[in-house]
């Protein structure tokens, strides 16, 4: 397998803590999302992702895109261990927590949504800075909600394995920390963050850890 991704990008990321959590050897190709206008937008990337985003993870020819996809996939080809619990129920509140983050907080702090504020519409630094912190603040608000609802939080988003949920959370967090985001109503969001931080797997696949980073 061959990851192609970026050391910051928070989706390549999660596709790290998966191939990590699964003890799956691959294979890195970098893809610099901002060196010389981004690589991403390049005829050789466009070939392998036509929507020029990171990660793209080839196994073998096939290349798959989307990194919830790509985690799903990897947990139906290998199952151990599981980032899904057993039933039904279960499988769709962690689903519900990791698309709260991948699809309702991430998408508007993506690069090139805040390369489109400043640079289409004009928009100044600091006014981007309030917008990406806006949608993180508040986003993960709502995940800690989420988690305190029900009683399925344990040490990780949902008992005591790191998951589907767990994988989304962290690289959000780091995100979040990055641009100095106020996370004071988010006490377990942080605690469950920090504990998953402590694993091999998790830490591994944190940016300033790939060969890549700068």
Not at 60 to 88: M, N
Not at 113 to 141: C, D, F, I, P
Not at 181 to 201: G, K
Not at 202 to 211: I, R, T, Y
Request: glycine share 8%; hydrophobic share 40%.
């Amino acid at each position: 397998m061959k990851l192609y991704g970026y050391f910051r990008s928070s989706a390549a990321y999660r596709v790290r803590i998966a191939l990590n959590l699964k003890n799956l050897a691959h294979e890195q190709a970098f893809v610099h999302l901002t060196r010389g206008g981004g690589e991403q937008f390049g005829e050789a990337y466009r070939g392998i992702n036509p929507q020029q985003l990171v990660p793209a993870l080839d196994i073998g020819g096939d290349v798959l895109t989307q990194s919830l996809a790509i985690v799903e996939y990897l947990d139906e080809v290998y199952p151990e261990p599981p980032l899904l619990p057993k039933t039904p129920a279960a499988r769709a509140h962690v689903r519900a927590l990791a698309l709260a983050i991948a699809c309702d907080i991430h998408p508007l702090n993506n690069l090139r949504v805040l390369n489109y504020l400043t640079r289409e519409l004009g928009q100044s630094e600091e006014t981007k800075t309030r917008w990406y912190r806006h949608w993180v603040e508040s986003g993960l608000a709502a995940v800690e909600r989420m988690l305190e609802r029900g009683g399925r939080m344990g040490r990780y988003c949902h008992g005591d394995e790191p998951g589907l949920a767990d994988i989304c959370l962290v690289p959000q967090v780091f995100n979040a920390r990055r641009f100095n985001c106020d996370l004071s109503a988010c006490p377990n969001v942080i605690a469950i963050a920090d504990r998953l931080n402590a694993l091999p797997a998790f830490v591994k696949a944190q940016p300033q850890n790939q060969p890549d980073a700068e």
